[in-house]
């Protein structure tokens, strides 16, 4: 299973939002490229990354940074307003090694089966639930549609990874919702990367425990529990090598 240590980029800072609420913001490095670095000493090979600027105004606001991050030579996995192909495209020019697409791919499955087509496993879907229901739009709008059926349709389509972000556990530091993520390994075949929940050491072993259900669970996403010092990175890679 590989650990997704999480940077996530408001104004040019790394931050972390509650729940996605940009009125519950918490900074914790001026320079997300100082922080990619130290993932990088821990033993990182990716950074998960959000452009949460671009998240809400539909087209990324960082992408100088987030070249930052990528020169020091992590593999980055970049969502956050990628709605356009020439977005998608600009990425990719800036070093991101898999750009994720959320509001879009719930939009547009022409879409994404383009870039699919175009990008191969360099495209991501993300799906961002709330109570088993799609969010878009930095989770500002709860569409009616439902995140597993999405989930089929994006497998149906070659999309290669789908990130599964529980938005109700997100930063609250309560424990992931293995049940959801259990429910998403069995729903497709694609590669299924959990967001959302992990606070302690125990919530990792308990993904990696479904993992032995559900082969496809290949990665966790951590964020606030790393810059809370709940968790040591460099433990937590270790205990996901196995």
């Known amino acids: 299973m590989t650990i997704y240590p999480a940077i ?3 104004g040019g ?14 900074v914790y490095f001026e320079n997300p490229a100082e922080v990619a670095a130290q993932f990088r000493a821990a033993g990182s090979t990716w950074v998960h990354v959000v452009d949460l600027d671009g998240a809400f105004a539909g087209e990324p606001q960082n992408l100088a940074k ?3 991050i990528a020169a020091l030579g992590l593999q980055v996995q970049l ?3 990628m709605r356009t192909r020439a977005i998608v495209e600009r990425a990719l020019a800036a070093g991101v090694s898999r750009v994720v697409v959320g509001t879009r791919a719930a939009e547009s499955e022409t879409f994404v089966g383009e870039l699919v087509a175009a990008f191969g496993e360099k495209i991501a879907v993300g799906i961002d639930a709330k109570q088993g229901r799609v969010a878009v739009k930095g989770w500002v709008d709860t569409t009616g ?3 597993l059926a999405l989930a089929r349709r994006m497998d149906a389509l070659g999309v290669a990874t789908l990130i599964y972000t529980d938005i109700g556990t997100d930063g609250m530091l309560t424990g992931p ?9 069995a729903a497709v075949k694609a590669r299924v990367i959990a967001s959302g929940g992990v606070s302690r050491r125990e919530d990792v072993a308990d993904l990696l425990a479904v993992k032995k259900r559900r082969p496809n669970l290949d990665g966790v996403i951590v964020g606030k529990a ?3 010092r709940r968790v040591e990175l460099a433990d937590l890679l270790a205990l996901a090598r196995g």
């Not at 800072?13 to 918490?26: P, S």
């Open 79 to 81: 969502g956050g307003g």
């Open 8 to 10: 996530d980029i408001k």
């Open 145 to 147: 549609t439902d995140a």
């Open 177 to 185: 919702n293995l049940t959801a993520q259990d429910a998403m390994g």
């Open 13 to 26: 800072r790394c931050v972390r939002l509650t729940q996605g609420r940009a009125d519950q913001e918490t």
């Open 226 to 228: 790393i810059y809370e």
């Open 66 to 68: 987030v070249a930052e």
